[in-house]
């Protein structure tokens, strides 16, 4: 079928189709089918989409990549047809029935996954397989060695060093005081970070929120040549992209399958040439994961730690409540700011995590001798040297820490009943700081004022909700009357 | 956070914003995430899709029904937020974690898909948990029974009769002379086919090529009235919805799961009101199933029909090798009007098998004593009867039977050697001619000059190819020599 090129000038990130609803209907073709143009010799496998109302029946819209590869003009005609699909999609199908796919296979579909030509349904099932079927640590290896190598990687030299919680606790914003108290201490920490998924924030939306977080591979080699270390966003430094993507199709239903978990945080260790990495698995009732899970994950982290040949160490950690009082980008700043200046109305319980953390990965290292590690860690924050280091990250990547304002609208939660706080659901907590606005809205949030085992009065104050509109404010208390994320007994 | 209203003029079929690549990282979006979108009071819930070159970072570029909801102008703001997924998708979820699920949160699931907020990849979770889960007859039930509230149902009087391949069989148009023949009994038969998802042509293909299949549902009465049979396309008479657009996911990798397969069949004939269907199970190598599997789809269909109150049965037939002579649209027209002429050169493997189902049909519907149908078949399809009848729905649907043009590029294909046809694979063959354009050109496909057992000398005849392009014939050609469809022993 043959049908007139309209141009209409946008980029998608890979060559997609605009067919007009009638035309697509008598091809057969639907959303995220694949159909071929051909112009003269030259071919394009381009993915589907469907409109009215911007072209007639016998035209065609064509992404940016079409144009280009095809090199067209406006009222060129095309010829289309249904194209097969990619290999990988019979892989995905093989995995989908349990059998184990080779390394050549893996790398077949995660080098798809990256250059789009696999859609958003395919990757779907790839992740439905792996969730339903398993994986084996041969199998995890080569997804890992996949990704890593359809990827950019940063080579640095020296103690490069990581620490990485695997999620799922409430505020819990370590990662800027274990990177400003370990880089003082000489280690090179180059940082990249997620955004939150399901969580009330991600460590790159909290940093955002006193500087930039989205930076090129060349622009952050120019940040680690200065300070040695950063706090980064993933997402834009190519560092593992396929993970990025099948991240994005995991999170559409919260699945977060084991392998996938084992191979996207060492893929993005492996490519920043990270050879001490400390994993933080917080376990626990509303965590991420239960104490069996998370001893599992310890063990299947230290099987393929030996496979790479990096030094990686696992903690079990506390993760049954909230870490810090707030939750929300600028919330949990001010937390950390608040530990790394040593004031005296700091959230402890962060303080404690971060200096654990820190001492673990001194002492991995050999900055500090085994059992040595929590004092130079402490006199690391105490002297203020971790604070000095931080503001120096933060001005590097181009922030500064003024106006740091919470949102306008905010309203005081308080007891219903005396009593002791028996639970703090962090899935409830991060849901409602979520219909407040964060992470979007850097000022909204949720402020803590009591944790597990605290004793609280009737009409005593447990919480303040923030938000940057009075809507979502109503809409948040709506919610917390229903769900009630904290119990007194 | 609030963007600027760009309309470009386009419907979706859903809600759909485009967001600047930029804007959506900040957000934390991608695509096929939701976000919501608030104007004053209103508020609608939107997919998300990513582009540059057509909007700014500080633009929103929104589809038609997003512009009707909310009343939008040009330059008017949006206040965007990340919305939450709607509640089908956590019971997609529990459904892939093998729980079943109840008659309302399955409905839930269907509601959603046919009012489009589910996306691609979320229902290729659910395809994707149907698969590895399966479902219980109770859950079917429900499947069946939300898959028909959601769609558009006929009313017919009198005995509504139905017959109904479950595929994979290349040629075997044997619909057109069944349905001819029935109805010239007297029996009223709104046949709804589909178009071909992996063969060569669907019915809807195959009658596309002398008449048209598409059709509104009111246009479709019309038609019923006059001839009280007819041949269209069911995709656009809404029949039913969520089962067109769940096949379209599942064909992404080929994938059938038995549940599906089951409910899609019943729900079409359940929605034009079938009271006696018949069902054609073809099975054995290179067919859809093997004879164990097609033992237990009939024995699942009986249960049921049983359910639902349908005089239905099923026949497992032969389906080791392509029925009739051609594949591809006009290919198998011009089989189906030799048998319907009784030209002395008709594919007498197509005629008899359609004669079978025929005689089924009448024998169930009381049309012929038991062990007579045979006998009216034959004598409605000799006398011509059958011919008027098939020429009186093609002009119902405004079609004629002139014009039935071949590609012009052919090329024959001979033995290599003397000896006996031993296999010739369905879907092979299939392959082969979706690749010379079938079915989207109708004129494409292959003529089949040999079936199973038959004898064969060097360089006699045992396929033509037909292509509407030069350049798919030579592909054809190719794939020919690599993949082998005939061997010869």
Chains 1, 2 share one sequence.
């Not at 799922?168 to 280690?187: D, K």
């Not at 982290?301 to 030996?306: A, P, T, V």
Request: aromatic content about 6%.
């Amino acid at each position: 079928m043959k049908l007139k090129v309209k141009i209409l000038k946008f980029v998608a990130g890979r060559p997609v189709s605009i067919l007009h609803k009638k035309t697509a209907d008598k091809i057969g073709v639907n959303i995220d089918d694949r159909i071929s143009l051909n112009k003269n010799k030259k071919r394009i496998i381009s993915v589907v989409d469907i409109a009215r109302g911007i072209l007639k029946e016998d035209e065609i819209v064509v992404s940016d990549e079409i144009v280009k590869a095809l090199q067209l003009k406006k009222n060129d005609f095309l010829d289309i047809n249904i194209a097969p699909h990619p290999e990988s999609v019979e892989l995905i199908y093989k995995k989908l029935m349990c059998k184990p796919l080779s390394e050549t296979e893996l790398k077949k579909i995660i080098k798809d996954i990256v250059k789009n030509a696999l859609t958003e349904p395919e990757i779907a099932y790839f992740v439905s397989a792996i969730y339903k079927c398993g994986m084996s640590i041969q199998e995890i290896k080569y997804l890992i060695k996949a990704i890593v190598d359809t990827g950019e990687t940063l080579r640095l030299k020296g103690k490069v060093a990581d620490k990485h919680s695997i999620g799922g606790v409430a505020g819990n914003r370590t990662t800027p005081i274990v990177v400003s108290i370990c880089s003082s201490a000489g280690l090179i920490m180059p940082k990249t970070s997620s955004r939150a998924i399901t969580s009330a924030a991600g460590t790159a939306d909290v940093i955002e929120s006193v500087a930039k977080v989205e930076f090129s591979s060349s622009q952050l080699y120019k940040i680690l040549k200065k300070t040695k270390a950063c706090m980064v966003w993933g997402g834009s430094l190519g560092l593992a992209p396929a993970d990025d993507k099948i991240i994005q199709i995991e999170r559409l239903l919260n699945l977060d399958p084991e392998p996938q978990l084992l191979s996207s945080i060492l893929a993005k260790k492996l490519s920043v040439n990270s050879n001490y990495v400390l994993i933080d698995i917080p376990y626990g009732k509303s965590a991420k994961v239960s104490r069996k899970k998370a001893l599992s994950l310890k063990k299947k982290f230290e099987k393929l730690s030996k496979i790479f040949n990096i030094n990686l160490k696992c903690i079990l950690t506390d993760g049954s409540q909230p870490i810090g009082n707030g939750i929300g980008p600028i919330l949990e700043i001010r937390d950390v700011l608040s530990v790394l200046k040593q004031s005296p109305e700091r959230p402890l319980d962060l303080e404690k995590k971060s200096l654990k953390l820190a001492s673990f990965l001194l002492e991995m290292t050999g900055k500090a001798k085994k059992g040595q590690g929590m004092e130079l860690a402490k006199k690391i924050l105490q002297s203020g040297k971790a604070f000095s280091k931080f503001k120096e990250i933060i001005k590097a990547q181009g922030g500064h820490l003024n106006n740091l304002k919470l949102g306008e609208f905010f309203q005081d939660i308080v007891a219903k009943k005396s009593g002791k706080v028996i639970e703090i659901d962090n899935k409830k907590i991060n849901f409602l700081a979520r219909i407040l606005g964060s992470p979007t809205d850097k000022g909204a949030g949720i402020y803590l004022y009591k944790h597990l085992k605290d004793n609280v009065k009737r009409k005593e104050k447990l919480l303040t909700f923030y938000s940057e509109s009075e809507r979502k404010l109503r809409e948040a208390l709506k919610f917390y009357k229903k769900i009630k994320p904290i119990k007194i007994s």
